[in-house]
């Protein structure tokens, strides 16, 4: 039974006592530029006291008022020791369980450190519109390069910390267990290892390492229903010696190889995908994220992903560890997508990956299901688009 039929039972046993209709057809979308004239926002947070927080690749933190259309910028925060080049810099964000107690911050951000270019986790204290640093997370062990970062980082229903990290251009690393590049990270909030990390094969010792074998996995979500998490990548996953799918959604199990860079399709012994984009097809996905609740009708426990070289939003059916493309939104709307977050209203927040300072952060708020026309987007140039415009709904 898919997420959307399991709350479609519900809600259809909640309304049965006043004949109402439940679960009929989609939701209705709205989708608002909430901001503009950013320079690559990576990633996006919300504190519990409604500021929204945005990474920018070349270094930056922002803290807006809210996440309303305009709302003002409160901080603009560098960050010490970024080494933002090419696809590294400050990216992942994510934000402490027990914020209210502890405010606790944790970046994932490409730095200098003892003499190496690497990419690391660090916790910070949120205090008013300012940043102090606590400790690092991660410190050593994943080398950082000008693609092939991963970097994105989400609190699990396990309460533990998971991080993407990619082959920072070096492919062997992805297959040795003793490397933390090429891998989907697992650690206590910390930075400890958690007892019941795996082992993986080859190596002697749980480490911070929960799955390998990954190239470039930018995204991870987990699904609200099951607890499973999944991970989405540039995967350029080898079925044979002459074809490969480059996108794929990956199911987190314990020391799973996804195969990256050998051949790894079906009856190679590696683990296969969830889903893939299909050979010669580039889509370059990204982030990620579930959504949830009655306003996404049908939609609630559907997977999003952002799409970069694809630039739109992918849109699928989860059943279990069962992925299925449904058909895309807003393709071409507002050029590469990298980051689909779901709000604390409910709503889906996206960034933008244009540069020049032309870049976005678009709000898609659902509506209830009232009805099942297709999405209708007016695509309109970035720099025309003025925060609090409603650019599209599917009526």
């Known amino acids: 039974m898919t997420n959307s039929a399991r709350l479609c039972l519900l809600v259809s046993a909640m309304m049965a006592a006043v004949s109402a209709p439940a679960c009929a057809a989609p939701p209705v979308l709205t989708a608002t530029v909430i901001q503009t004239g950013l320079s690559r926002p990576w990633d996006v947070a919300f504190l519990p006291d409604g500021r929204m ?59 200098d450190d003892e003499l190496e270019w690497r990419n690391q986790v660090l916790r910070y204290v949120v205090s008013e519109n300012t940043l102090t640093f606590d400790s690092f997370v991660i410190r050593r062990g994943i080398l950082a390069s000008f693609n092939h970062n991963g970097c994105r980082v989400r609190f699990g229903p396990d309460g533990k910390l998971w991080v993407t990290s990619g082959d920072a251009s070096d492919p062997p690393s992805a297959q040795n267990p003793n490397s933390l590049n090429g891998k989907v990270l697992r650690v206590n909030p910390d930075g400890t290892v958690p007892d019941d990390n795996p082992i993986l094969p080859g190596a002697i010792s749980p480490t911070a390492a929960y799955t390998m074998g990954h190239r470039n996995p930018q995204g991870i979500a987990f699904d609200p229903f099951t607890r499973l998490g999944f991970s989405m990548e540039h995967a350029h996953h080898r079925i044979s010696e002459t074809a490969e799918e480059h996108d794929t959604i990956n199911v987190l199990r314990a020391a799973a190889n996804y195969g990256w860079p050998e051949v790894a399709g079906s009856g190679s012994g590696f683990d296969q995908p969830a889903w893939g984009s299909g050979v010669d097809r ?80 678009i709000r898609i708020t659902p509506a209830g299901p009232e009805g099942s026309a297709p999405v209708r987007v007016n695509a309109v140039a970035p720099e025309t688009q003025p925060a609090g415009a409603a650019l599209a709904r599917v009526a």
């Open 53 to 111: 927080l945005v990474s920018e690749r070349r270094g930056n933190i922002l803290i807006f008022q809210s996440p309303d259309p305009g709302a003002s910028l409160l901080a603009t925060i560098p960050l010490e020791g970024v080494h933002a080049e090419s696809e590294a810099g400050a990216m992942g964000i994510a934000i402490d369980p027990g914020f209210a107690t502890n405010g606790f911050l944790y970046l994932c951000i490409s730095r």
């Open 282 to 361: 580039r889509l370059a996905i990204s982030g990620g994220a579930f959504v949830s609740g009655g306003a996404w009708g049908e939609w609630s426990g559907h997977l999003f992903a952002a799409a970069l070289a694809g630039q739109r939003l992918l849109h699928f059916g989860v059943d279990g560890e069962t992925v299925t493309e449904l058909p895309t939104l807003y393709e071409g709307a507002w050029g590469r997508l990298r980051s689909p977050v779901l709000g604390p209203d409910g709503s889906l927040y996206l960034t933008t990956d244009i540069g020049d300072g032309q870049d976005l952060i």
